[in-house]
């Protein structure tokens, strides 16, 4: 570790962390470096002991849980392992804003203290739900976590590219440059992105040399998509992409671009920081330390390996709990031990939003990875989406050169026709962009018709 990286991690950020408020960060840091290391036996116990904290805690401060046990006439003795959540009700966004603000607010907090919190999502719902410093400061924890896991030390060079900067200190605009000064951050606008904007960011990271780029996968495989085009090169080693499903194609796409640099995926959603691949790109190893992973389909576990939705048990937050909370991500789960030594358990698939898949006919998920992929063979179209309108019929956004022609329409339709079924109906629109989402993510699919198992309250 050079000196710079001594000093910021000895002198600026415990300092600077406690004077804000986030004192926990450093602390709680350390822990995860080492349990990483730790046997699956010895993180499945830190869990449980976790977890008994938790729901004790629940029962005594959080009249909606005290109200379901008591009703299911549970205590919280009654709760000891992680195999005991069953016990509890499946809930979702819709359960966790309906009653943030009043039976599912942690009573032993005082009101001061809470942090208002919203997901950055898309949809038209909103996730609503109270945090703390303390809480915060934890998250940050597992999400630095994953970029000392890719290679990054505190002070080396990164970049992010999103739609709007991402501060720890909001509203001290003066003290949030003297974070990025010293951590060294930089921020590229991923707002506009004509070829002209992209010329000027090959630049800026010639110029910067990060060791470490941040964005969401779609964002940066368009990156790379034009600089491959424009036979333009920058190496950078880590790249971390994030907020949605990153497909094979697309890996290979920025892998190339930033070469000889790898790409390591990181999930997380609705404010928390879930799982991150390590050096052997062979899973995502789930932050088991703070968060318990189900994987469940039809309200039921299903076995290690299948695919189901991804359900939370937030083991360190209590503002607004987060226990059996379905984030309506589609994943698998794996227990074999990972080449690298860490003891967290693995994500071995990780198929994104739920409402990026399509439902066939016969009632089967369908991840849409090949189509990212045949997308990239019809030359003529420049950018696309798909929306799933019903089972049977399917919208397609096209942004296409001239040189698109009858061909190139019947290929795409008939692509689609072999994976959806003989009788599903296509209907192409032709537009001059595809918008971006609030949050400047580009989603190729959208499905409107997969529903998911709803909460049980
Ligand atoms: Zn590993």
Same mark, same amino acid.
């Given at each position: /570790?050079?000196?710079?990286?001594?000093?910021?991690?000895?002198?600026?950020?415990?300092?600077?962390?406690?004077?804000?408020?986030?004192?926990?960060?450093?602390? !709680?840091?350390?822990?995860?470096?080492?349990?990483?290391?730790?046997?699956?036996?010895?993180?499945?116990?830190?869990?449980?002991?976790?977890?008994? $904290?938790?729901?004790?805690?629940?029962?005594?401060?959080?009249?909606?849980?005290?109200?379901?046990?008591?009703?299911?006439?549970?205590?919280?003795?009654?709760?000891?392992?992680?195999?005991?959540?069953?016990?509890?009700?499946?809930?979702?966004?819709?359960?966790?804003?309906?009653?943030?603000?009043?039976?599912?607010?942690?009573?032993?907090?005082?009101?001061?203290?809470?942090?208002?919190?919203?997901?950055?999502?898309?949809?038209?719902?909103? =996730?609503?739900?109270?945090?703390?410093?303390?809480?915060?400061?934890?998250?940050?924890?597992?999400?630095?976590?994953?970029?000392?896991?890719?290679?990054?030390?505190?002070?080396?060079?990164?970049?992010?590219?999103?739609?709007?900067?991402?501060?720890?200190?909001?509203?001290?605009?003066?003290?949030?440059?003297?974070?990025?000064?010293?951590?060294?951050?930089?921020?590229?606008?991923?707002?506009?992105?004509?070829?002209?904007?992209?010329?000027?960011?090959?630049?800026?990271?010639?110029?910067?040399?990060?060791?470490?780029? *941040?964005?969401?996968?779609?964002? %940066? !495989? !368009? =990156?790379? $998509?034009?600089?491959?085009? #424009?036979?333009?090169?920058?190496?950078?080693?880590?790249?971390?992409?994030?907020?949605?499903?990153?497909?094979?194609?697309?890996?290979?796409?920025?892998?190339?671009?930033?070469?000889?640099?790898?790409?390591?995926?990181?999930?997380?959603?609705?404010? /928390?920081?879930?799982?991150?691949?390590?050096?052997?790109?062979?899973?995502?190893?789930?932050?088991?330390?703070?968060?318990?992973?189900?994987?469940?389909?039809?309200?039921?576990?299903?076995?290690?390996?299948? =695919?189901?939705?991804?359900?939370?048990?937030?083991?360190? #937050?209590?503002?607004?709990?987060?226990? $059996?909370?379905?984030?309506?991500?589609?994943?698998?789960?794996?227990?074999?031990?990972?080449?690298?030594?860490?003891?967290?358990? $693995?994500?071995?698939?990780?198929?994104?939003?739920?409402?990026?898949?399509?439902?066939?006919?016969?009632?089967?998920?369908?991840? %849409?990875?090949?189509?990212?992929?045949?997308?990239?063979?019809?030359?003529?179209?420049?950018?696309?989406?798909?929306?799933?309108?019903?089972?049977?019929?399917?919208?397609?956004?096209?942004?296409?050169?001239?040189?698109?022609?009858?061909?190139? *329409?019947?290929?795409?339709?008939?692509?689609?026709?072999? !994976?959806?079924?003989?009788?599903?109906?296509?209907?192409?629109?032709?537009?001059?962009?595809?918008?971006?989402?609030?949050?400047?993510?580009?989603?190729?699919?959208?499905?409107?018709?997969?529903?998911?198992?709803?909460?049980?309250?």
């Amino acid at each position: /570790m050079s000196a710079y990286s001594q000093f910021l991690r000895h002198v600026v950020i415990p300092v600077g962390s406690r004077l804000a408020g986030y004192g926990d960060f450093l602390p !709680y840091l350390e822990a995860l470096e080492a349990s990483q290391w730790w046997s699956p036996q010895q993180i499945r116990e830190l869990q449980n002991a976790k977890l008994r $904290r938790l729901i004790a805690h629940v029962y005594e401060n959080v009249p909606f849980y005290r109200q379901i046990m008591d009703e299911r006439g549970l205590t919280p003795g009654d709760i000891q392992t992680t195999d005991d959540l069953v016990k509890l009700p499946i809930v979702d966004k819709k359960t966790i804003t309906a009653h943030y603000d009043d039976t599912l607010r942690d009573r032993s907090i005082p009101r001061n203290q809470l942090i208002h919190a919203t997901s950055s999502g898309s949809t038209a719902e909103r =996730l609503h739900y109270w945090t703390t410093k303390a809480q915060k400061a934890k998250k940050w924890a597992g999400l630095f976590r994953w970029w000392e896991m890719v290679g990054y030390t505190f002070g080396d060079p990164y970049v992010t590219f999103q739609l709007a900067p991402n501060q720890g200190f909001k509203g001290w605009p003066l003290v949030g440059k003297l974070e990025w000064l010293l951590l060294r951050h930089h921020w590229l606008s991923a707002q506009e992105m004509t070829d002209e904007v992209l010329a000027r960011y090959v630049e800026n990271l010639k110029a910067w040399k990060p060791k470490l780029f *941040r964005s969401y996968a779609s964002t %940066v !495989y !368009y =990156l790379a $998509r034009r600089m491959n085009e #424009a036979g333009l090169q920058v190496p950078i080693p880590s790249i971390l992409t994030t907020g949605e499903t990153l497909t094979p194609h697309m890996r290979e796409t920025i892998e190339q671009a930033f070469a000889p640099g790898r790409v390591f995926n990181e999930y997380g959603g609705d404010g /928390m920081q879930i799982a991150a691949e390590c050096e052997m790109h062979d899973g995502l190893h789930i932050n088991a330390e703070t968060y318990i992973v189900e994987i469940v389909k039809d309200g039921e576990r299903v076995p290690d390996g299948e =695919l189901g939705e991804v359900v939370l048990t937030n083991l360190e #937050a209590t503002a607004t709990p987060f226990i $059996r909370y379905n984030i309506h991500d589609v994943a698998a789960i794996s227990h074999e031990p990972c080449a690298c030594g860490r003891g967290l358990p $693995r994500l071995s698939h990780l198929e994104g939003r739920l409402t990026d898949m399509f439902v066939t006919s016969d009632g089967h998920w369908l991840t %849409v990875h090949q189509f990212t992929a045949f997308f990239a063979k019809v030359h003529s179209v420049r950018a696309f989406q798909v929306i799933q309108k019903e089972v049977d019929f399917i919208l397609i956004k096209l942004v296409v050169d001239d040189t698109f022609s009858d061909a190139d *329409r019947r290929r795409i339709v008939e692509t689609f026709r072999n !994976y959806m079924g003989p009788n599903t109906r296509f209907e192409l629109e032709f537009v001059d962009a595809i918008p971006v989402s609030p949050v400047g993510k580009r989603r190729f699919f959208i499905s409107e018709v997969i529903q998911g198992t709803p909460s049980e309250v």
